[in-house]
Every structure is written in C-alpha cells, then in structure tokens.
C-alpha cells in the first residue's frame, strides 16, 4: 500500500487491483482482497471521509454526505485515492471530456475499483462503445416497442390488481383490501417481464433471464464498494450466463410475436438497465407519494409521468454516481491530474447543486430545468439503455396512476445495503 498524498481525512491508502479478473482468481485471493478492501473503506469512512461513508452503503439516505463533498470545493481529494465532485459544472466537464474514460488507457483497473469482470462487463468496457454481436438499444429502437412494453406493464398491474387481499403479504404489512408489495408484485415482474420481451428471449428461457437479472444487480456497486464472496461470484457467473442465453435480440412486435427487422439488442447491458429502471421507478413511486398533491396531478394528467422521471432522474436518480479515469494530464478545478487517476463524479450530489437548480431539495414534477440534470449521462456505462430505462419507468407510472390514483404507503420502506452505486427500494408496501 502507498501513502502518496495526505488529505484532510487522513493519509490517502488504497488497495493494490488485483491484476486479474475475478474468473483468473482463487476464491481465497479474491475473499481476502475483498475483506482487505472492504475493511480500508470502513477505516477512512471512521476518520470521517465522506466519500468513504458512501462507499461503505450503510446509509438509507446518502444525500448529507454528497452535501459534505460538496463543502470541500468544486473537486476534493478523498482518502481512498479518488477524486470527488458533487459540483454541477466541474462534473458536467468530466462527463463530456475525451480526458476521461470508463478505463484506463491501457484497459487496466486502477487501485479504486475493487474487481475486475473484464471486457464481458459492459460497465467496465464503456457502456457507450459498440462491441460483440448486438446493437444497444438507442431511441428510435426503443420506439418502436413503446406500445409492447407499455401492454406488458399494463398486465402486470391488472394481474397484481386481481390477485386481491387473499395474498398472505397484505396482513403482514397490513395494507389492506387492496395491499400489494410495489416491487416485488409490480414493478420488477414489469421491467423484467418487458425487457426480455424488447430483447426476444424466448419464452422458455425468461425465468433464467429473471434470475440472471437479480444476480447480477449488485453488479455495479461491486466495482466500487467491496461485496461478500458469494455475491462477486454469482454477478460473474451471471454475466458468463446472459451472454451465452439464446435470444433472437429482435424483441416481440407489438402483437406478441417476434420480429426480425431490428438489430439485435446487447443481453447484459439490457439486463444492467433492469435494476436500473426498477429502481428509477421505485424511487419516482417515492417521492410522488411523498407529495400525494403531485401524485393527484400525475394521476389527473398521465402525460406528465415523462416529466417525473426526468425529476426523479435529478432528485433521486438509480444510478447515484459515475467513475471515470483520467486518460491523459489534464487540469480540472484547479487541480493538476496525472493519467490513470480516478475520477468519481456524484451525479446524485450534482442535481441538487444549488448553483445548478433553484430550490433543489424540493421535489416538483412540474420543473421547468429538470432535464439539465446529469443522471443516466450518454457518455456514461448506462447511456446507452437510458432510452429504455426511461421508457419502462414511463409505462410503470402511467399504469400505477390509472389503476390506483388513491395509492399510498402502508408500511416501512426497506433498502439494500453495500449499494453506494445503485439506489432504489427493495420493499414498498403500499395499499390502493
């Protein structure tokens, strides 16, 4: 370990890369790097780092510590060897600059990311790059499975309607006659149900697309914030597995059947946008029921479900934070950043930069200056299914405001843990 700089917080320690990708390591060499690195993590948020805090993912709300990353300056130097911005301008520099990328030059991990899955992980390779067999799936494509995706998320509330209060769930959570788990009876089964369908997986093979999907959903995080052993290895395998998966990559057509005139679309990119669309959602669900007059007003005008996502995407956006790599010296924020150094813009903190957003911390699904938020970035690993993403979170809210305009939270809101990355409910009991 190195001590090249000291910060306020301590001296800046981090743990060497692996040099391998997690399939070319031991189960022993790889637990004890994970250990080694969660414990560093753990150590720098104790002295107090802020950006360590949000690492080590114990928080239900993170949003004081992007505030004191923000107090630091435009761009502050975290005592895990990362650079960190919560700054709307210095960020949006980053995201645009051919300076920075999803890897470094060489195509190495630097010391900040905590494992490597190689270039089967879209994350690491730049989401926004063309590679292997299937085309990503960009606005015009998307288009055109609008209405099949808006049919799937339809069915899936209808279902979840029928199933009424015989479900044992509505009296442990005491939701009532019409109670149901908004994540695990709607929302998931939804996104899940109409990606496979956009990316057309077969009928035969969806329930291992299903559970390909939610091993690989810590996959994100595990890049930054150290996870259990058994969970690195389930996002691999998982990853090896929905490469592999047969799928004609055309998608269904609108009347169910499966169509040959699109390209085909990328398996684990998509599948990396199911959480992310599961969580966007929860988290637009969220903030709406936190304000039941906005919740009024989506369900009076259905066409303003576009516009909470976009709130949503800046006020609490699936996808809380975007590393990049400096690919060359460059001078940012008055800082002098030598090639390879490691980048983390808070794209979470940036949307609630009070130089960016007036009263950011109010959540108004009639904003006018929504859309200049940087969540979901096209430059980003996420760009490229953005469209889709926005599109299923789209279709979910239109179907929950048609069918339960008196919805509303009817227990406790669980979250994951160890997700610094991703952020979205696990659990929303709600009754309709």
Known sequence: MAEPEMTGNGPVITQPPLGRTVYLTSDSELGNHLLETRGLQWIHAANGDPYAVVLRGQLDDPYPEYERVRALGPLSLSATGSWVTADHAVAAEILCSPDFGMSAADGRPVPQQVVSYGSANPLESGGAERHGRAAEPGPETVGRHRA??????????????????EKDRVDVHGAGPHGFELMADFIRPAVTAATAAVLGVPQERRAQFGTCVERL????????AAQSLRTVRAAGDALAELDALPATGAGETPGGTVGDEHPPLRGPLCALGVATAVHLTGNAVLSLLAHPDQWRQLCARPELAAAAVEETLRHDPPVQLDARIALR??????????PGTHVVVLTAGTGRDPAAFTEPE???LTRQDAARHLALHETGAHG????????QAEAALR??????????PAGPVLRLRRSPVSRGPLSVPVTG
């Open 148 to 165: 099949l995706v808006e049919r799937i998320h339809q069915e899936v509330v209808e279902r979840t309607l029928a199933a009424g209060p």
């Open 217 to 224: 959903r810590p996959l994100p995080d595990s890049l930054l």
């Open 329 to 338: 010296e460059v001078t940012l924020a008055g800082h002098r950043l030598r």
């Open 362 to 364: 109010r959540f108004d």
């Open 384 to 391: 490229p299914v953005a469209p889709l993403v926005r599109l």
């Open 399 to 408: 179907a929950l405001a048609g069918r339960f305009p008196t919805l509303r």
